[in-house]
C-alpha cells in the first residue's frame, strides 16, 4: 500500500518557479507526476524510476521542469521554472501501476495558477 499527499501549489506569475513536494509511504517503484486542467485530460508531466537516471518529461514541460526523488525523506519532488499560464492546473502525485494515467496509487492533487 502506497500513500501519497502532495503540497506545495500556490498562484505564481508567469516566468516564476515553484516546488511541488509529494511525500509517500511504502516502497513505489515508480512515481509521477501529473496535471489536469479544467475541461482537459489528465496528461503526465514527469515520472521517475527508484534508479534516479530513468527520468522522463512531457514535450511541453522539458527544459523547465526537473522531478527527484528522496528517497531518505519519503519525499518526490517537481521544480518547476519559467512557469507559464497554460501550467495552471491541479497536479497529482502518482506511483506505480506502469505511472501512466491508471497508476495504482493518487494523491490528493495540489493547485497551481499561473498569471500572466
Known amino acids: 500500500q502506497v500513500q501519497l499527499v502532495e503540497s506545495g501549489g500556490g498562484s505564481v506569475q508567469a516566468g516564476g518557479s515553484l516546488r511541488l513536494s509529494c511525500v509517500f509511504s511504502?516502497?513505489?517503484?515508480?512515481m509521477a507526476w501529473f496535471r489536469q486542467a479544467p475541461e482537459k485530460e489528465r496528461e503526465r508531466v514527469a515520472y521517475?524510476?527508484?534508479?534516479?537516471?530513468?527520468?522522463r518529461y512531457g514535450d511541453s514541460v522539458k527544459g523547465r521542469f526537473t522531478i527527484s526523488r528522496d528517497n531518505a525523506k519519503n519525499t518526490l519532488y517537481l521544480q518547476m521554472n519559467s512557469l507559464k499560464p497554460e501550467d495552471t492546473a491541479m497536479y497529482y502525485c502518482?506511483?506505480?501501476?506502469?505511472?501512466?494515467?491508471?497508476?495504482?496509487?493518487w494523491g490528493q492533487g495540489t493547485q497551481v495558477t499561473v498569471s500572466s
Open positions: 511504502g516502497f513505489p517503484y515508480c
Open positions: 502518482a506511483a506505480n501501476g506502469g505511472c501512466g494515467v491508471n497508476a495504482a496509487y
Open positions: 521517475i524510476l527508484t534508479s534516479q537516471s530513468s527520468a
